[in-house]
């Protein structure tokens, strides 16, 4: 009968010990676990970091290539002489920056713009396929600041 306690005993005792090797091993999943949360947090506030950082890239990309639009268009307006039409200001265009690439609905904006902040009158107002008519106005200046 001891013997039969004992190795009862013993069998309790291997089950204990794999209780606890169950808990360490457990404790550290635990621990893992959380590792890994916060690497992932860390990495998805670096992911959001990352998108942000890019999206301020491409607005100063845009800035700039809207920058430069307004350079050129200032450029070949303060060359032209007299009356012109956006269709002679977007040949100008062509004929200058050949390289430069041109969004006519860009340009017309851009264009457009000038007209609003007093750089460009309009000679003679278009309608539809009619184009307006434009000259510099007597402030038009080709190192005038974009506001």
């Not at 998805?44 to 307004?70: M, P, W, Y």
């Not at 269709?87 to 200058?96: C, E, P, Q, W």
């Not at 430069?100 to 750089?119: L, P, T, Y």
Request: glycine share 6%; hydrophobic share 40%.
């Amino acid at each position: 009968m001891k013997e039969g306690l004992k190795s009862i005993d013993e069998e309790i005792l291997q089950i204990d010990q794999q209780i606890a090797s169950l808990q360490k091993e457990r404790e550290g999943l635990v621990v893992a676990r959380k590792i890994l949360a916060q690497r992932s947090e860390r990495a998805g506030a670096d992911a959001l970091s990352l998108v942000f950082r890019v999206k301020g890239k491409l607005a100063k990309i845009k800035e700039f290539q809207n920058l430069t639009l307004s350079s050129a268009l200032k450029s070949v307006i303060g060359e032209m002489k007299g009356e012109f039409t956006s269709s002679d200001i977007k040949t100008a265009l062509l004929n200058t920056k050949p390289r430069f690439h041109i969004n006519e609905a860009s340009v017309d904006a851009m264009i457009s713009q000038f007209k609003q902040k007093g750089m460009l009158e309009v000679v003679k107002e278009g309608g539809g396929p009619i184009p307006n008519i434009y000259r510099k106005a007597k402030n038009f200046s080709v190192n005038q600041r974009d506001e």
